[in-house]
């Protein structure tokens, strides 16, 4: 049950006149932020905590000790990448498997600052200033900044990678610069960005997060996922040894030219960070036990509440800590695939929702702690509750004729069971809908007119999920659904993931906390339905939801957003492309007791990996010294 990460866009679609007043300039967010000047920081609605004389982040410990190893496996990724096994270093690129954090490898122009909701600060780019029109971004590269090779990083690069990875790119990268229309080196520490117009006001903050490749490696070997050999960074790590779909080291660069800047100060404390990769969780457990794996999360129910009485936690080595999830959106749900007839009619994917009985699921095999997600916006102020207020009908009355009467009500929310397992007013709903969607009861089967099964099958990865949706299976049969679970190896559930190949598929995904067109583009509109490797797996494709997507695009401040947002989820919660699931307020954290970390948690983020460091006085003591 892992998270992966996100990263899209479409012209404006006129919303009416209530709504269209809406629609802002591309750059008007940014008015707090001026044009014609040289700034060191960008935010979507122009507010910055740090000034530019700011030394170092709140959230990090300047005092850091550096060295030790971190072994450890990630809770989230993104891209191609898996964290079960790979098959290239190339994380970038929409086929074949990665592994996790290889972006650590590589530099951006700026930054995320993780205590505000979505400021970005300069690495690679000293300063960025905005054209009169909003539509141009002129950074000034760092004159330091060098690749692990030792040769320069300049404005060719960056100009090379914008290109590369609009034209190449995995979605994640590709679509947020479908509206860029040129990168130009105008020297050798000049980039210039030119936007053609249609680009939302916030899609800059996703591309300056982008990796900066280098032009003389990717001139020399091919951009695609046949490469085994470790790229060219400029990051603080550089890949180390390797073992090819087993494990990862990532070294630190010594002589790393960034190491000073103070985006930078407080973090990357590790001499080398090691990531295994296990397509068995009880390996998976077994190796932490041991001690081979220093820090992972849990997120197995049964395990969390049983299973840590082993003796390195008696022993007080190990400690089990929860630590607050991040104040962003998420989506943990089961995806309906829309390309595939039989799930089109919105009815067949309410019945199939009402056979998972989360209750029973709860109580069984989550011991209780998780809660039962309700929008693809959870843990966040954009999940709708009650009636749309009258900005969020100001956007959903031009669009009546083409979104669920059910929008308009009470936001839409999963059934309660009667936590039996097999709860008969809800199966008989069940029931009663896939009739009224043309699937008949005949025999053990619901058939259509043509006399063709309902089928439905589930495809997971993981053993520990065809534990949890056996039940789910039973159900539907139950209702004459010819259902059944397909468990795949981690390859073959890349693969088909990528090319829309099932027919059911869960996925948990966090927003940014500033969500963008761009970052909805790839989960919910009609463009990326067909883009293979893109976040819509349910295959969502109506106009309604593009122009909500584009009234997200153009808000023009937080309050705006939050109504586009909440409007959006109310169409996605009524047309159920997605199933919700469930969802954790915390990270269920365990570590041997080695390391230090910042007492105050960054709201918007939790990379441990660069935050953390080793105390070697703990080390010691539990024998890690």
């Known amino acids: 049950m892992g998270r992966q990460k996100l990263l899209p866009r479409r012209d404006f679609l006129a919303l009416g006149t209530a709504a269209a007043a809406t629609a802002l300039l591309p750059g008007q967010v940014f008015a707090a932020i001026p044009t014609g000047v040289k700034v060191h920081g960008l935010s979507a609605f122009g507010d910055l905590k740090y000034k530019p004389d700011f030394t170092h982040f709140d959230y990090v410990n300047v005092d850091a000790p550096q060295g030790g190893t971190f072994n450890f496996l990630p809770f989230n990724w993104g891209a191609n990448q898996t964290p079960l096994t790979f098959s290239t270093l190339n994380s970038f690129v929409p086929k074949g498997d990665a592994p996790q954090r290889m972006e650590m490898c590589f530099d951006q122009l700026m930054v995320r600052a993780l ?122 790590y550089k890949v180390g040894r390797w073992s090819a779909g087993a494990w990862i080291e990532y070294e630190r660069v010594a002589d790393y030219w960034g190491n000073d800047l103070v985006v930078n100060r407080g973090q990357n404390n590790f001499e080398r960070i090691r990531i295994e990769s296990y397509q068995n969780r009880n390996a998976a457990f077994e190796a932490f036990k041991k001690g081979e794996i220093l820090y992972r999360e849990e997120s197995v129910s049964r395990v969390w509440a049983t299973g840590y009485d082993f003796p390195a936690v008696t022993a007080g080595k190990v400690v089990k800590h929860e630590f607050p999830a991040e104040k962003v959106p998420s989506m943990q749900a089961t995806a ?31 011991y209780g702690s998780y809660e039962r997600s309700q929008s693809c916006f959870e843990k966040s102020d954009f999940r709708a509750e009650g009636v749309p207020s009258p900005q969020e009908l100001a956007l959903l009355e031009p669009l009546r004729n083409q979104i669920p009467p059910e929008t308009f009500g009470e936001a839409v929310t999963q059934a309660v069971s009667n936590g039996s397992g097999r709860d008969r007013q809800l199966l008989g709903k069940a029931v009663k809908l896939l009739a009224e969607a043309g699937w008949k009861r005949s025999g053990d089967f619901a058939v259509n007119d043509k006399g063709g099964r309902l089928s439905a099958e589930i ?167």
């Open 115 to 236: 205590d505000e909701p979505d400021a970005v600060y300069g690495l690679i780019a000293e300063n960025v200033m905005i054209s009169d029109d909003r539509n141009g971004f002129t950074f000034s590269l760092r004159p330091q900044a060098r690749f692990h090779d030792g040769t320069p990083l300049t404005a060719e690069d960056a100009a090379f990678t914008f290109k590369l990875l609009k034209d190449k790119g995995h979605p994640d990268y590709s679509l947020p610069l479908t509206h860029l229309e040129d990168a130009v080196a105008v020297d050798t520490h000049t980039l210039k960005l030119k936007f053609s117009g249609k680009q939302t006001s916030r899609t800059i903050l996703n591309v300056v997060q982008m990796p900066i490749l280098s032009k003389a490696f990717y001139t020399a070997n091919p951009f695609d996922s046949s490469q085994m050999n470790p790229p060219l960074g400029s990051g603080a």
């Open 459 to 625: 495809l997971v990865d993981d053993e520990a999920f065809v534990q949890i949706y056996s039940p789910w299976v039973d159900n539907m049969k139950a209702v004459g659904i010819d259902a059944s679970i397909r468990l795949v190896d981690a390859a073959q559930y890349q693969l088909r993931q990528n090319t829309f190949d099932y027919d059911l598929i869960s996925a948990a995904f966090s927003f940014t906390a500033t969500p963008t067109r761009d970052d909805l583009e790839i989960f919910f509109h009609s463009r990326s339905a067909s883009v293979s490797g893109s976040r819509n797996l349910p295959g969502t494709s109506s106009p309604a939801i593009d122009a909500l997507i584009d009234a997200v695009g153009a808000a023009k401040d937080r309050e705006s957003l939050t109504a586009a947002m909440r409007a959006l989820d109310r169409v996605l919660r009524a047309r159920r492309d997605w199933i919700p699931s469930w969802y954790l307020a915390n990270h269920r954290s365990a570590y041997w007791d080695m390391f230090g970390f910042p007492e105050q948690k960054p709201d918007f983020g939790f990379p441990v990996e660069a935050l953390w460091w080793v105390d070697k006085g703990k080390a010691t003591r539990i024998g890690k010294g």
């Open 336 to 366: 309906v695939n829309q390309r595939r007839e039989q799930f089109r009619d919105s009815r067949v994917r309410q019945a199939i929702g009402l056979c998972f009985d989360f209750e029973w699921t709860r109580r069984n095999f989550f």
